[in-house]
Structure formats: structure tokens, C-alpha cells
């Protein structure tokens, strides 16, 4: 009876997770090549740069070709917030997230004033290197 009982309720369990994989439709779209540019240094003489390896998750994977037709716009909005951090933001791990979460409310915002769509979901920095 109990092992009947498990059973059913591991079967159930089963199928609610395979419909919920069905029904995700979500995409990624990466930026190629990666993202580098200048940052400000900690005396005006002295430019760093960053590198940053960008994923977008997106709630529809149909919207990936809008995402590549904005591209160019998303990239430049990306260099503009990176390029005007200063070093300690952009080598600590607090300022990285915060520089995440701007880039990601921006580029929703681009995207949706371009399409009048909420298209991306997440914005994921896959690699992050400076110097």
C-alpha cells in the first residue's frame, strides 16, 4: 500500500516536471565576440579595461532574432555603463553585481521601448575579467 502510494506520487511528480519542461519556451542569446572596453582607473593617467561575457536569457526563444537585429544598440548600452565605473566597482564582487542588475534594467528598458515586448528575462555574466 505505501509503496503503492510512493510510487503514484513519484509518477505524478514526474509528469508535472516534464510539462513544465514542455511548456518552457525560454532562449539564450550571447554576445559574440565579447564585450571589452576601458574603465576608469584610480588616477586619470591609468585606464583598466574589462571584458565581460555576455548571456541574455529570454522568456521566448522566437525572440532571439529580435534580440539580434538590436544588437548593436544593446552592446553600446553595455559599453556605456562599463566604460563610466571606476576600478573599485568594477574589481569588487558587490560593484560587479550592481554593474549586472544596471546593465539588465537597461537593456529590458531599450528592448522594450524598441518592440513594446518585456523580451529578456535575465541578463548573465558568464565570464568577467579585468585588469
Do not use: W
Not at 532574432?65 to 544593446?74: D, G, K, R, S, W
Not at 534594467?105 to 518592440?115: C, G, I, Q, Y
Request: aromatic share 8%.
Amino acid at each position: 500500500m505505501v509503496r503503492t502510494l510512493l510510487l503514484f506520487m513519484a509518477l505524478t511528480v514526474s509528469v508535472a516536471s516534464f510539462k513544465l519542461k514542455a511548456e518552457s519556451n525560454v532562449g539564450y542569446y550571447g554576445f559574440e565576440p565579447d564585450i571589452i572596453t576601458n574603465y576608469i582607473g584610480q588616477s586619470n593617467k591609468k585606464l583598466g579595461y574589462v571584458r565581460v561575457t555576455i548571456d541574455l536569457m529570454l522568456d521566448d526563444i522566437a525572440n532571439i532574432a529580435v534580440v539580434e537585429h538590436h544588437t548593436p544598440l544593446l552592446r553600446d548600452a553595455i559599453v556605456q555603463i562599463l566604460s563610466k565605473e571606476p576600478e573599485e566597482t568594477i574589481k569588487s564582487l558587490t560593484g560587479r553585481e550592481e554593474i549586472r542588475k544596471r546593465c539588465a534594467e537597461k537593456l529590458k528598458t531599450l528592448l522594450k521601448d524598441e518592440t513594446g515586448q518585456e523580451i529578456i528575462r535575465e541578463v548573465l555574466f558568464t565570464k568577467y575579467l579585468y585588469h
